[in-house]
């Protein structure tokens, strides 16, 4: 009888295990040259999710080490507070700056709890290697990584990386310490860069005067966070720095996500007619029914995605069913407060593009789960 797999071409191996976890990986390689052959050749590795949670446990593998050339893009997943997986997530990003030729895309996920006062300098200076030797990387989202990123950072991506397509900076930290400065020499360095994920007092007036430049290649997306009290603090971008780099990228995109730290007159501030904003995310302390209603007015043509955190209201209700009503592009609203009927009624009748929903009738037990738009 022949075994599982006998006779089956290489590329039809090679298929199946790349969706395998490293563990399998390896244990598919053990089983014959054939599938030696296919678990190591390239279209198994070129896009790589690695666990260090529960795949390297703080070594890295031989099988590991030697397919590393392989890889083009690396989705690595770790817990800082677990010594063994953060342990193991340093070596492995440290081999990469050592053999980073192939290196295209590197994004960093950290899973649970960061630990108390940790500044994550050793994961930090993983990083800052291997941006200094991955010449041709193109994508680096550190929008998961719990720490301070800072100005030293960015201008070793600006020195290191000169192909980056797409970098984010828009992380979840309390505290912002890019300057709009670093940024400048981002963009002036990296010539090709269409995607570009920032704290808003990492923006500026000269930023967005250099993206609006007539020599600058198309951009494509504008991720803005609001979230430090250095955010709050920023200098207001007026609406014709908008406006002019809007005709100068006819298809740019922000995504705009507001965070409890903002107080209400910042929020005044940020919110411009003339940003096509296609995302909003409101997670305020103060009024959220204003905001609404001003991305009802203002961002109708653009607007496919609002996600709202509030206190249930009537108020908030009719600004919902309005902006239902204007932006009929909604692909995905989520509301995490009790909405009315006729707020559900409102999108559904409105917005032939919607795909998926959080419009809740009644108290429901967390986590709250999204309806999928048949």
């Known amino acids: 009888m ?3 797999g006998e006779g089956l071409p290489e590329e039809v191996l090679a298929l199946i295990f790349r969706h395998l976890p490293l563990r399998d990986r390896a244990a598919a390689a053990r089983v014959c040259r054939a599938w030696a052959a296919a678990a190591t050749c390239s279209t198994v590795w070129h896009d790589t999710k690695i666990s260090c949670e529960c795949e390297l446990e703080g070594m890295l593998p031989p099988y590991l080490s030697a397919c590393l050339d392989h890889v083009h893009n690396v989705r690595l997943e770790f817990e800082p507070s677990r010594e063994a997986s953060r342990r193991a997530a340093i070596e492995l990003l440290m081999v990469l700056a050592g053999r980073a030729l192939g290196l295209r895309g590197l ?9 108390l006062f940790d500044a994550g300098r050793d994961v930090l200076e993983a990083v800052h290697a291997v941006c200094g030797a991955a010449r041709e990387l193109r994508h680096l989202d550190l929008r998961r990584l719990p720490f301070t990123l800072d100005d030293a950072l960015v201008l070793q991506a600006a020195r290191g990386c000169p192909e980056l397509h797409s970098l984010f900076l828009d992380n979840s930290t309390l505290v912002g310490s890019v300057g709009p400065g670093s940024v400048l020499e981002l963009l002036e360095a990296c010539p090709r860069l269409r995607a570009l994920g920032l704290h808003l007092a ?3 007036h000269a930023i967005l005067e250099a993206l609006a430049a007539p020599d600058r290649a198309p951009f494509a997306l504008l991720a803005l966070r609001c979230a430090c009290p250095e955010d709050a603090r ?10 002019a780099l809007h005709r100068r990228h006819p298809g740019l995109a922000v995504e705009l996500e507001l965070e409890p730290a903002l107080p209400f007159e910042s929020v005044t501030r940020v919110l411009q007619p003339a940003i096509p904003v296609v995302a909003l995310r409101l997670n305020l302390s103060g009024d959220t029914v204003g905001p609404v209603r001003f991305a009802a007015h203002h961002y109708a043509s653009t607007l496919c995605v609002l996600e709202v955190r509030a206190a249930a209201s009537a108020e908030l209700n009719a600004a919902l069913k ?4 204007r932006c009929a592009a909604l692909r995905e609203v989520h509301c995490f407060c009790v909405v009315s009927h006729s707020v559900l009624d409102a999108f ?14 009644t ?5 709250w789960r999204p309806t999928l738009v048949a």
Request: proline fraction near 10%; include cysteine.
């Open 348 to 361: 559904r009748a409105h917005c032939p593009r919607l795909r998926t929903y959080t419009l809740k009738l």
């Open 107 to 115: 994004c960093l996920e950290c899973r649970g709890e960061k630990p």
């Open 322 to 325: 309005e902006l239902a009503a």
């Open 363 to 367: 108290r429901e037990p967390h986590p």
């Open 234 to 243: 920023a200098s207001p971008l007026s609406n014709e720095a908008w406006a």
């Open 202 to 204: 990492s923006l500026s």
């Open 2 to 4: 022949a075994q599982t």
